[in-house]
Structures are given as C-alpha cells and as structure tokens.
Nanobody, 118 residues
Framework: QVQVVESGGGLVQPGGSLRLSCAAS????????MVWYRQAPGKQRELVAA???????NYADSLKGRFTISRDNAKKTVYLQMNSLKPEDTAVYYC????????????WGQGTQVTVSS
C-alpha cells in the first residue's frame, strides 16, 4: 500500500512564508517525479512546481522567484518553500507522486490548506 501525506499548511499573513512537506511511503520502489498542485475556491487545479528524482525542476511562470521545490530522495519527501505569500495563494495544496512502474502510475495526497490573510 502507498501513502502520500502533505503537511505544513496553515494561516499566514500576506508577505509571510510557509514550508510544505510531502512524504511518500509504502510499497514504492522508485519515484520518477513529485509534483505540487493547488486548487483555490472556485478555480481549476493548477500546477505549482515539479521535481524529478534527478533534480530537474519546473514551476508555474507566475510563481517563479517566490516558490522553491526541493526533495530528499532517500526519505521520499518533497518540500515546497513559499515566500512572499499573497492572498491569491490561498488554496488547498496537493502532492502527486509518480512512480517508475511500466507504465508510470501516480498517487495523490489528501491536501493541506494554506490560507493567506491579514
């Protein structure tokens, strides 16, 4: 069985910072990529950032410079450092883990709420 658990969300004021974590565990032999998404109320789910097991990264253009993704392959954990937070960053943040099966298969966490408000 595979478990994907996000943590680190909460309430912060505009301009503040948060660090999200996503840990994968269970019968995962190898991870191809780990990806952060978010979904704000009334909006579609959008890609935030992604990182491969080799360290290659990708970001939503609007978030470059404020958000940073990193990983610890040994711990099967991905992090999202969020700085200079804005009210429009308020959303549920989800973690997607892509495993190196043939074909690749993915697993999703339950999400963690981030609220940016004064």
């Amino acid at each position: 069985q595979v478990q994907v658990v996000e943590s680190g969300g909460g309430l912060v004021q505009p301009g503040g910072s948060l660090r999200l974590s996503c840990a994968a565990s269970g019968s995962i032999f190898s991870i191809n990529a780990m990806v952060w998404y978010r979904q704000a109320p009334g909006k579609q789910r959008e890609l935030v950032a992604a990182i491969t097991s080799g360290g290659s990264t990708n970001y939503a253009d609007s978030l470059k410079g404020r958000f940073t993704i990193s990983r610890d392959n040994a711990k099967k954990t991905v992090y999202l450092q969020m700085n200079s937070l804005k009210p429009e960053d308020t959303a549920v943040y989800y973690c997607r883990v892509v495993v190196t099966t043939t074909p690749p298969y993915d697993y999703w966490g339950q999400g963690t709420q981030v609220t940016v408000s004064s």
